[in-house]
């Protein structure tokens, strides 16, 4: 029984050694090399696939980090471009607007006027105010006329250190106005239209010379403001609803929607008055 045993182990033995020469290649045994073969190799494959699959499960998480990381500094690029663009746009339509003031303050330097940003507008049913930030410290007062590439409309009221204004396109609001032309001298009352933007020229004599792209101005009649300040140009002419005088429809030259900066006339030389008999001024 020991000699059997023996034999075995030693029979296993030296199956395993030459087992073991075969893989290191250091002996050459066809019939074991094959049975080695056959059962190393499918085992060698299979590792070798998962490592391969193990490295590409790695490559694509590393990858996916590069690109989730790239992907995140592309959005902050992003809206940091967004964020210079919008405050290009806003500082470009800010020094245009300065711009136009500059330019108005240059042709007329016979008036003093007041620089002021608008702070707020009205959002009620008639939305026909915006607020601005001066106010009797800079010498307002109700009545003055507020421009920015033409007329926006009058100082309604003034506090402390801000004021209202009364939008030129407000039906509340209502200015005394000429046709610029040579030709024509007709005068009548310019003043916004309730549920539009544009403005409605009115009690113009039926005779007097009217039509279409005629350039308004303010006459200047009221003493409260200065004469020839832009308001706008005839998009149409047409009698009223009586028959008697004409009226015009106007597009208002401001950007009256959209105006951010103004200047309010302050001071101004008025426009010299004919003295009739009795005293009474014209």
């Given at each position: 029984?020991?000699?059997?045993?023996?034999?075995?182990?030693?029979?296993?033995?030296?199956?395993?050694?030459?087992?073991?020469?075969?893989?290191?290649?250091?002996?050459?045994?066809?019939?074991?090399?094959?049975?080695?073969?056959?059962?190393?190799?499918?085992?060698?494959?299979?590792?070798?696939?998962?490592?391969?699959?193990?490295?590409?499960?790695?490559?694509?998480?590393?990858?996916?980090?590069?690109?989730?990381?790239?992907?995140?500094?592309?959005?902050?690029?992003?809206?940091?471009?967004?964020?210079?663009?919008?405050?290009?746009?806003?500082?470009?339509?800010?020094?245009?607007?300065?711009?136009?003031?500059?330019?108005?303050?240059?042709?007329?330097?016979?008036?003093?006027?007041?620089?002021?940003?608008?702070?707020?507008?009205?959002?009620?049913?008639?939305?026909?105010?915006?607020?601005?930030?001066?106010?009797?410290?800079?010498?307002?007062?109700?009545?003055?006329?507020?421009?920015?590439?033409?007329?926006?409309?009058?100082?309604?009221?003034?506090?402390?250190?801000?004021?209202?204004?009364?939008?030129?396109?407000?039906?509340?609001?209502?200015?005394?106005?000429?046709?610029?032309?040579?030709?024509?001298?007709?005068?009548?009352?310019?003043?916004?239209?309730?549920?539009?933007?544009?403005?409605?020229?009115?009690?113009?004599?039926?005779?007097?010379?009217?039509?279409?792209?005629?350039?308004?101005?303010?006459?200047?009649?009221?003493?409260?403001?200065?004469?020839?300040?832009?308001?706008?140009?005839?998009?149409?002419?047409?009698?009223?609803?009586?028959?008697?005088?004409?009226?015009?429809?106007?597009?208002?030259?401001?950007?009256?929607?959209?105006?951010?900066?103004?200047?309010?006339?302050?001071?101004?030389?008025?426009?010299?008055?004919?003295?009739?008999?009795?005293g009474q001024a014209k």
């Open positions: 029984m020991n000699k059997k045993v023996m034999l075995v182990a030693l029979f296993i033995l030296v199956l395993f050694s030459m087992l073991a020469m075969a893989v290191a290649g250091r002996s050459r045994f066809p019939l074991v090399n094959r049975a080695v073969a056959a059962v190393v190799l499918p085992v060698e494959s299979m590792l070798t696939r998962l490592g391969n699959a193990g490295d590409g499960v790695r490559g694509y998480w590393k990858a996916l980090t590069v690109m989730q990381s790239e992907n995140a500094k592309l959005k902050q690029e992003n809206i940091e471009l967004r964020n210079a663009n919008i405050q290009m746009a806003s500082m470009y339509a800010e020094n245009r607007q300065l711009r136009g003031l500059l330019e108005y303050k240059e042709q007329h330097k016979s008036q003093k006027v007041v620089a002021a940003k608008v702070i707020a507008r009205s959002f009620g049913d008639l939305r026909d105010c915006i607020y601005i930030a001066a106010g009797k410290d800079r010498g307002l007062a109700p009545d003055m006329a507020v421009v920015n590439g033409g007329l926006v409309g009058v100082v309604d009221e003034v506090y402390d250190d801000y004021a209202r204004v009364l939008l030129l396109t407000s039906p509340r609001c209502r200015v005394g106005a000429r046709v610029l032309r040579a030709d024509s001298r007709a005068v009548g009352v310019a003043g916004g239209v309730s549920g539009k933007d544009k403005l409605l020229l009115e009690h113009i004599y039926r005779e007097a010379s009217l039509r279409e792209g005629d350039i308004i101005v303010t006459s200047g009649y009221s003493g409260s403001h200065p004469a020839d300040i832009l308001i706008g140009k005839v998009t149409a002419t047409h009698m009223d609803s009586v028959g008697l005088l004409q009226e015009a429809d106007i597009v208002p030259a401001a950007d009256i929607a959209d105006v951010e900066q103004v200047l309010v006339i302050v001071g101004f030389t008025p426009e010299a008055k004919i003295v009739l008999q009795g």
